[in-house]
C-alpha cells in the first residue's frame, strides 16, 4: 500500500452499541504505539434528544447519530492502517474494498454537515466576498459555478447567481454546499 501522507477523516465501520468502546481502543492503541503525529481525533457523531418518559418526567439523552460507525481523522500509513484495522471490535474502513486496499477519505463538505449535525462549530473558516466565483457542490445546481451575491455569515448562508438558460438565477446555499474556487 502506498502511503498518502495527507490527513483526512475516515469511516471506520463496527457494531452497534460499541463505537465508544472502539474510541477508548483506538485511543489507548495511539499512545501504546506512539501515533500521535499521525492520528488526531476519534469522532462519535452523536445529539442530544429530550424524551418524556410515562411518569411525565423529561430526560435528555445522547444518542449516536451514525450507529455502528466511527469517525478518525488521520495520516493513512502502512502503520497507522494497520494499527486501526486490527483495533478490537473495527471491522473495517468505509470506502475499502479490502485486500490492503487504501481507504476512501471522506470529502470536506461532507465531514462539515457531519460536524454541524453534531453541533460542533469549529473556527470561521469561510470568508466570501461579493462577486467571487465558487463551484456548487450539491443540489439542483450541483456541479455549476456562480458569483457571490450576498453572505449571512450568521446563518452560515451565501446567495449565489447562477447563470440558468441563459439568465441569472440567485439561490441561496449554506456555506458547506460551495467551494471556493482559489
Request: hydrophobic residues 35%; charged residues 30%; glycine residues 10%.
Amino acid at each position: 500500500m502506498e502511503e498518502k501522507n495527507e490527513r483526512a477523516w475516515y469511516i471506520l465501520q463496527t457494531f452497534n452499541g460499541v463505537e465508544h468502546a472502539v474510541k477508548r481502543n483506538i485511543m489507548s492503541r495511539v499512545e501504546s504505539f506512539n501515533m500521535g503525529d499521525k492520528i488526531f481525533d476519534v469522532l462519535i457523531p452523536e445529539k442530544t434528544v429530550v424524551e418524556k418518559k410515562k411518569n411525565g418526567e423529561i430526560k435528555e439523552k445522547k444518542i449516536v447519530i451514525h450507529p455502528g460507525y466511527v469517525f478518525i481523522d488521520m495520516i493513512v500509513t502502512d502503520d497507522t492502517w494497520f494499527m486501526v484495522r486490527n483495533t478490537p471490535m473495527v471491522t473495517g474502513f468505509l470506502g475499502s474494498s479490502g485486500g490492503g486496499a487504501k481507504p476512501v477519505s471522506v470529502p470536506e463538505h461532507e465531514m462539515a454537515a457531519v460536524f454541524k449535525e453534531c453541533g460542533i462549530t469549529g473556527e470561521q473558516k469561510y470568508h466570501f466576498e461579493i462577486g467571487e466565483v465558487v463551484s456548487i457542490l450539491s443540489g439542483p445546481f450541483g456541479g455549476q459555478t456562480g458569483k457571490v451575491a450576498e453572505v449571512d455569515y450568521e446563518k452560515g448562508i451565501v446567495k449565489v447567481e447562477v447563470d440558468f438558460f441563459g439568465r441569472s438565477t440567485p439561490t441561496e446555499l449554506e456555506f458547506v454546499e460551495v467551494k471556493q474556487n482559489k
